[in-house]
């Protein structure tokens, strides 16, 4: 509903470049996502979901265009999440 359109992105290969400090944060259920959005205007450009905790999901519709990449549909019921993050395919 929010529009959110993931793109992992490895921690290592993740650069924040600047905004640092206009991030805030929380955390709900598990506690395991930490959840960040732009205490400005609420956007959330990126998070760490726990579906994969060795990367970044950023928001496809964040990026700058002309970028060329073309996202890849997944589907994803979060009503039945163990199962559906273990349907994922995780990076080897």
């Known amino acids: 509903m929010t529009g959110y359109l993931h ?18 944060d929380y955390r709900f259920g598990t506690g395991e996502a930490e959840h960040l959005f732009c205490r400005k205007c609420g956007i959330k450009s990126f998070y760490q979901p726990r579906s994969h905790p060795d990367c970044w ?7 700058d265009q002309g970028h060329g990449w ?11 999440w163990e ?6 395919p995780q990076k080897s």
């Not at 073309?70 to 039945?80: A, H, K, Y």
């Not at 199962?83 to 994922?88: L, T, Y």
């Open 7 to 24: 793109v992992f992105v490895s921690h290592e290969d993740f650069e924040l470049l600047s905004g640092q400090a206009e991030i805030t």
């Open 57 to 63: 999901s950023v928001n496809f519709h964040c990026l």
């Open 70 to 80: 073309q996202p890849s549909p997944v589907t994803f019921d979060g009503r039945n």
């Open 83 to 88: 199962q559906s993050a273990a349907s994922i």
